[in-house]
């Protein structure tokens, strides 16, 4: 699993970094993610999967090792349940 974040949609709510203090952080200049590990390992997988689906910003995208979005097909399932409030995310 490879993460990605877009600076530009994050809405500095720190979600991210409370959820995965190992893989987010949050900037003290703009109050925005900052990634500190790109590539976390299967033990964080769960709940990296799980800060990107709360984002409120959406600014958190997960890919499979050939760089494609949500195939690790967790990531847009959770994303579907934010965006719809139905169901839930872990």
Known sequence: MEVR????????????????????????????????????????ARSVRAAAGRCPGRAISLHDGAGREGSDGAAGAERADWTTGSGSVA
Not at 9 to 26: E, K, T
């Open 5 to 44: 974040v877009d600076r530009t949609r994050c809405v500095g709510s720190g979600l991210c970094m409370m959820h995965v203090p190992a893989v987010f952080d949050q900037s003290e200049d703009d109050g925005k993610v900052l990634l500190t590990t790109a590539h976390p390992g299967p033990a964080l």
